[in-house]
């Protein structure tokens, strides 16, 4: 079965390996001319080391990028108010990784061109539109560098061109933008001595929709030398409308009820509101560890056809 997946990033990637895996003939088609390492830092939470470990990327995550073993919740002058472990040391089977998202679309790229040919992930291809045909669908592109239609038929379509996907945009023509929850951010990387063990993930503020954020996604190649740290400042410029469970808040309500509280909270109503997202989440150490893979065993060719 072919399937047409429309957009090159980390989604995008991940999904053809995936489908690859399970016996299906993926081909991803990115805008871009040029698949380049760009962006800053993002964490991939045990649930997610899992299924790529299971893809069979463990040893490449494991030389890309760092395990961070703490997080640690500060109020606004850096007093702690909780901290609880991470990855392994929280239990999981697998770690909890913090890397460069560049690195870790190259390194996706890099094992789709291998596993499924160079050939796979098409560049520089725009999403147009697409079409049901009698024996499945038709994706047009546009060739951003000749200007020609490009047409790729196909059984399946997976829209997978980000926030503002145009394959989603085609399937609700009604639906409207993505709600604002006020909060700008800023994101950067910079070379920096290592914070706390570092291993650990920081994140100081107060007032919802007020924090910095700090966490090192690459170790120097000398002893002694700095990480790259990936930083984070959020600042609150706006409105929130009302929120979709994640944009509640979520564990850093902690940090935002200890500055309420004039300081740490008791450690039981800390763990409530941190266990309570990873349950809404589907995160938490027992359901993670146990739950069926996702990544389905590639089907034995039928001897009798």
């Known amino acids: 079965m072919r399937v047409t997946v429309v957009g090159g990033g980390i989604a995008g990637l991940t999904c053809a390996l995936s489908l690859h895996a399970a016996g299906f003939e993926p081909q991803v088609c990115e805008a871009a001319r040029t698949v380049e390492a760009v962006g800053v830092g993002i964490n991939l939470l045990p649930h997610a080391v899992r299924e790529l470990s299971e893809l069979g990327l463990d040893g490449e995550l494991a030389s890309a990028a760092l395990p961070p073993h703490r997080l640690s919740y500060r109020g606004r002058t850096g007093e702690v108010v909780w901290e609880e472990p991470l990855g392994r040391a929280a239990g999981y089977h697998w770690p909890q990784y913090s890397v460069h998202r560049g690195r870790l679309q190259m390194l996706l790229l ?179 560890n146990t739950h069926a893979s996702w990544t389905v065993p590639r089907r034995a060719p039928d001897p009798a056809r």
């Open 110 to 288: 890099a094992a789709v061109r291998e596993r499924l040919g160079p050939e796979s992930v098409r560049t520089g291809v725009l999403f147009q539109r697409f079409e049901e045909t009698a024996g499945g669908v038709r994706a047009r592109f546009l060739d951003r560098s000749s200007g020609l239609p490009v047409v790729e038929d196909a059984d399946v379509l997976v829209g997978a061109d980000g926030i503002g996907s145009a394959v989603r945009a085609q399937l609700y023509p009604d639906e409207n933008a993505p709600r604002w929850n006020g909060v700008h951010m800023w994101r950067g990387v910079a070379s920096h001595p290592h914070v706390l063990d570092g291993r650990s993930i920081v994140v100081a503020g107060g007032t919802p929709g007020e924090k910095f954020v700090a966490y090192p996604i690459e170790d120097a190649a000398t002893a002694g030398g700095d990480a790259l740290v990936n930083w984070v400042l959020e600042v609150r410029h706006g409105p929130s409308v009302p929120p979709l469970a994640n944009r509640n808040l979520g564990p850093e309500e902690i940090i935002a009820r200890a500055e309420a509280h004039d300081g740490a909270l008791p450690a039981g109503q800390a763990e409530t509101i941190a266990t309570d997202y990873r349950k809404l989440a589907r995160a938490t150490v027992a359901q993670v």
